[in-house]
Structures are given as C-alpha cells and as structure tokens.
C-alpha cells in the first residue's frame, strides 16, 4: 500500500509562517506540530516512539562582532509564555549552525519534561557560530563577542530572559566552557555549563587540522584543559561516549576539574549518544533555571 509522498521541504514551507518583527527582520515560527527538516529526520528515525515537539522560531539578525547577518534560533517548550524565559545559550558543533543546533532532540526532551511538570520551562537560543571554536580566529568575526554582548541585547528586545546557562555539542562543547570562562573573568559567571562530547583534543598537529587556531600559543591560551579553574562558580556538567574520539582529553577534565556532573557512558559522537544524555542534560540545567521577574 503506498502513502502520499510529499517533500519535507514542502511540508514546513506549508505550516511555517513567515512574520514581520519591529525591526524589519523576519522570524519563521513553528507551529507546536512543526518541525526542523532535521526533527522530521530524526522523528522518521525513531518512528513508532512519542516525543513532545517543541516551538522553534528563527530569525536573521545582524551581528556586528562578525559583521555578517546570521541565524538567530529559539527552541522553545510549547505552551509556556516566553516572557522572561531563562534561556541557556546553544552552541553547535563543527560545521553546524543555529538551525541544526538541536542535537539530541534537546528542545524536544526540554518541552516533555516541562509538559510533564518535572522541571522548570526554559529555553535555548542558538546562533550560526562559524568553525572557529567559539573565538576570533578571523580578525573581525568574533563570535565569543556575540555571544556575550549581542545575544544578551537580542534576548531582551524579544522579552525573554537573559541567559543562565550555556550548553554546547563537540566543538560547542568546547566553547561552552571558553563562554564559561570569559563571563566568570567578567565578573558575571553563568550559573551552569552543560559541555556534551566537548572537543577536548590533547595535541596540536590534531587540532591544527582544524585551522582553527592560528598557531598552537593561541590553542593554548584558550584550551580548557589548561585553565581547569577558569570557570569560577559556574556549575559543570560533562558528558562523553567511551567510544568518543574526544574521550582522552575529556575524562582527564573530569579527573582534574569534578565537575557536578562527570559522565562516561557506551557511545560515539553521534546523535544516539547524544540522545542517551540529553534528558539527563535538561535535568542538570534546570536545576539552575530562574524565570525574570
């Protein structure tokens, strides 16, 4: 028996709504049945399982630290008034961007458990990041600049809460904690950190490969596995497949740092290790969730 074949393309460009914000931009907003085309693949990976969808808004914005427009995405639990939503910054991993930044179905596993009274509603903000690991290794395009001094700015105008939190995946997880550290040097830290299959790498011909870093003085100037107690008060979690290609570097974080949560468990670096930890990463977070007054 054959079913209606209709593309994924077609199907979000029908429910997708374009509007109009205040400052001319256009925001996509997802209605709570509406999905990225990376849920609808996911969601056709696990079918036959239940998930709550969460709403998933996005906007171009223009970003001055990277002198570039680039997509602005909120993951959001369905149903919950975004006024003053805490919000955790999402950062994504090696040649992703904020459209694809929900690894794990994170937003979704968020919206159930919010939808189940288990934890507090918060939300994610992510934003394309390039794949410089979180810093400015093209003069002019700082995205560690946007991240702390911009997205704040773009929270606010759009009345959600300012960020308590920073989660990133792979790449992001490694700037998860440099975010961690630069807002602890500022004398604001965040309340919690969650670094998932963080990129922790442990020498430099492997990092170089990357050309991420101008030269391996500056790898190390911001390598978290060299300033273990940069993050100050900031609340830790860390979570990593012991199949990771990432594992060395990261269980010796664990080992020196102790962060609240230090997790190894049976996986790779891929969405169905992500997957595993994803609930136990909303868990840790909202723990730290305060909604603005």
Do not use: C
């Amino acid at each position: 028996m054959g079913e209606p074949r209709y593309s994924r393309r077609s199907l979000i460009a029908a429910i997708g709504v374009i509007i109009a914000t205040a400052a001319g931009g256009a925001t996509y907003v997802s209605s709570p049945s509406d999905a990225t085309e990376q849920q609808i693949a996911t969601a056709d990976r696990v079918r036959g399982t239940s998930a709550a969808e969460p709403t998933v808004r996005f906007e171009r914005v223009y970003s001055a630290a990277r002198r570039r427009e680039v997509t602005l995405a909120f993951y959001l639990p369905t149903g919950v008034n975004p006024r003053g939503l805490p919000m955790s910054i999402l950062l994504h991993g090696l040649h992703g961007d904020a459209r694809h930044a929900n690894a794990g179905n994170l937003a979704g596993v968020l919206t159930s458990a919010v939808a189940k009274g288990s934890v507090p509603a918060f939300g994610f903000v992510a934003v394309d990041g390039g794949d410089n690991y979180w810093h400015e290794n093209i003069p002019g395009d700082d995205p560690m600049a946007m991240l702390l001094d911009e997205v704040p700015q773009w929270l606010r105008e759009r009345g959600y809460g300012e960020p308590f939190a920073v989660t990133g995946v792979s790449m992001g997880g490694f700037g998860s904690l440099l975010y961690a550290r630069r807002r602890a040097e500022r004398g604001d830290p965040i309340a919690a950190a969650a670094a998932i299959s963080p990129g922790l790498i442990t020498t430099w011909p492997e990092m170089a490969k990357r050309r991420a870093f101008k030269n391996e003085a500056e790898w190390a100037s911001l390598d978290p596995l060299r300033h273990l107690k940069s993050t100050g008060s900031t609340a830790l979690g860390v979570w990593i497949g012991d199949r990771d290609r990432f594992i060395e570097g990261t269980r010796r974080f664990i080992r020196d740092v102790r962060p609240e949560v230090g997790m190894v468990k049976a996986g790779g670096h891929d969405d169905g290790f992500y997957r595993k930890v994803t609930p136990d990463v909303v868990r840790f977070l909202a723990k730290y969730a305060k909604r603005a007054v």
